[in-house]
Every structure is written in C-alpha cells, then in structure tokens.
C-alpha cells in the first residue's frame, strides 16, 4: 500500500520555529497584551475594547477581509454586510480571548454532544484513533480539553508558524498529554505518526486545508463540489486505526459542546477502493452536519484563507 504524500516534513519536538515559518497577524507582543488587559478590566469594559480593535484589525487585513467576503457570499447566499465581515472576524477573536483565557488557567471543559456515542467510546478505550477536526468555533481546543480531561495523549499535527503564543501556553499547559508534529520542520511526518501510534497517542489533524496534503478529493459543500484534503483516511488504511470527525461549539459558560461523526473503520474484507469510498461517504456525511452547524451559526467557519476550491463539475 502506497503511504499518503505529505508534502512537507514535520517533528515531534517544540524546537523553535524556523526563520522561514510563516506567522499570524499581528505584534509580536499582541498576545501578551490581550493577556494583560484580561487581567485588569472587568469584563463590561473589556468587551467593547475588543470590539473596537476588531474593527481596526479588520480594515487592516486586506487579504484576509477578501476571504471572509467571499465565504460569507458562499454560506448566505447573498453578499455580506461590513456588519456581518466584522461579526466573523470578531467571534474569532472572541475564540482566540477564550484559549488565551483556558492556557492561562480559566476552568473550561469538553462536553460530547447526543450523537458522540462513538467518540465518548473510543476516548475511553486504549485503543489510537485518527481524529480530524476543522478551524470551526471551538475545534482547536478541543484536543487539548481532551487530553487532560479523559487522561488520553493526544498528538496535534500543526504547522509551526511564530507568533502563536495561544498555541504554545496552550502546550504548556497540557504538556503532559498533548504533543505537537510539526509539519513543516525537518523530519519525515509518517515516522513521526507511526511513533505517536506507536507511543499509544492519538493523532489530530485538520481536515480542511489542502496545503500539507497530496491526497484531496471533491466533496459538496456550501453548494459546490469542493477539494478538500482526505490524507486522514490513507493514514486510517496504513496503520488500522478508526477515523472520528469533530467540532467543537460553544456550550454553556465553561464548556465546548463537541459533535462527532460515528467512528470508520478500515474493513480488512475490503479492496482499498472499496474502503477509501466507505471513507468519502463517511467524510461527505459530517460536512452535511457541519453545513447544519453554519445555519445556526454561519461566522464559526474560521478559514480567513482562501475558501476550498470550487470545481465545475464531480468528476
């Protein structure tokens, strides 16, 4: 069986980031400093602070601005508002305030949702399991919440850019379950994966950018057929481990409700064909539940990146 290609490597070690990283927008001291007036102004005062910063973000993020446009124009059908650009970029903020909040050491907790039997199973075996996951509302801490809430390791596969101290308090804070695979350090990030599995560690990865991924396929979503990168179930058939999808939404004060797709597994009785079209219709059924997620709330889509790419036609 031929392995999944990535293309570019990746380590398990926290080295700092290459000169080459890309990194967020943003000072570099623009995280301590939201840090640092968390600490002293109540909440009242607080809120419009960031509102108002949002907005001067905002105007400054050309690109990202273009991008959020043309989501927005893909999920309502319409064009958006500078009211409605602004609304998404500020519920991502409001997102980023709550990790910097929970790697500071705020109490916050991962609930599973009526439908996450299969995750609720599959957290409390020992068994390694493949979990995708999305920049969707709550999605990135939901690794680390799980991590230390269910006493399971998890290892992130991310990509090292500077200028992310929520992600690096956030690994601070849960180091003693939550590992990183860098992939765009210097080592081969199958070796790394296998050793994770190895190690007895689950393995997150995102799901809905396609730059660290060879292996794409075409799915429908927000009415078009879209590529998005399906590495996850190569891994899935390479080391037999079951894929669970997941968001994570805000749930009550202190607590991300998480959804999950019922685990898929690779069927030994199966062509690999066979199993890789069993893993397109398990992927293209939890995007249907994510499109019902947006109709509740359409500014939780957080790819500020160019939208997945639209082809014509299903080939």
Same mark, same amino acid.
């Given at each position: 069986?031929? &392995?999944?290609? @990535? %293309? ?10 290459? +000169? ?15 840090? &640092? +007036? ?24 050309? %690109? ?5 446009? =043309?989501?927005?124009?893909? $999920? !309502?059908?319409?064009? =958006?508002? &500078?009211?409605?650009?602004?609304? *998404? ?12 909040? $929970? ?8 609930? !599973? ?8 199973? %599959? ?14 509302? *709550? ?15 998890? &290892? ?47 393995? =997150? ?16 979503? @927000? ?12 891994? =899935? ?5 079951? $894929?669970? +999808?997941?968001?994570? $939404? ?18 030994? %009785? ?36 160019? @939208? ?8």
């Amino acid at each position: 069986m031929r &392995a999944p290609v @990535l %293309t570019a490597p990746s380590s398990t070690t926290n080295r700092p980031a290459p +000169l080459q990283s890309p990194r967020n927008p943003g000072p570099s001291w623009g995280f301590g400093f939201l840090r &640092a +007036l968390d600490r002293i102004l109540p909440e009242w005062l607080y809120i419009p602070l960031r509102a108002v910063g949002t907005w001067f973000a905002m105007l400054g993020m050309h %690109t990202q601005r273009r991008h959020s446009r =043309a989501y927005l124009r893909a $999920v !309502l059908g319409r064009e =958006a508002t &500078a009211r409605e650009v602004f609304r *998404h970029f500020f519920v991502f903020q409001e997102t980023l305030i709550l990790k910097l909040r $929970v790697a500071g050491g705020r109490p916050h907790r991962g609930v !599973l949702a009526d439908a996450a039997g299969d995750f609720q199973r %599959t957290i409390q075996s020992n068994e390694p399991a493949l979990l995708g996951t999305f920049h969707f509302a *709550h999605s990135d801490l939901t690794g680390f919440l799980f991590g230390r809430q269910e006493q399971r390791r998890v &290892a992130l596969i991310r990509q090292r850019v500077r200028n992310s101290r929520d992600t690096d308090q956030l690994a601070e804070r849960f180091a003693g379950w939550v590992s990183f695979i860098w992939v765009n350090a210097d080592e081969n990030p199958l070796f790394a994966i296998k050793e994770a599995i190895a190690s007895g560690s689950s393995v =997150a990865l995102t799901c809905d950018r396609i730059e660290f991924s060879a292996r794409g396929e075409l799915f429908h979503f @927000l009415g078009a057929w879209r590529l998005f990168p399906f590495t996850i179930y190569h891994l =899935a058939l390479i080391f037999q481990k079951p $894929v669970l +999808l997941s968001v994570g $939404v805000p749930g009550d004060p202190g607590e991300t409700v998480v959804h999950s797709s019922p685990a898929w597994r690779p069927d030994v %009785t199966l062509s690999r064909e066979e199993n890789l079209a069993q893993g397109h219709r398990h992927f293209q059924a939890f995007l249907t539940v994510i499109e019902g997620l947006l109709r509740t709330n359409p500014y939780w889509w957080f790819n500020f990146i160019e @939208l997945n790419p639209e082809v014509p036609a299903k080939c």
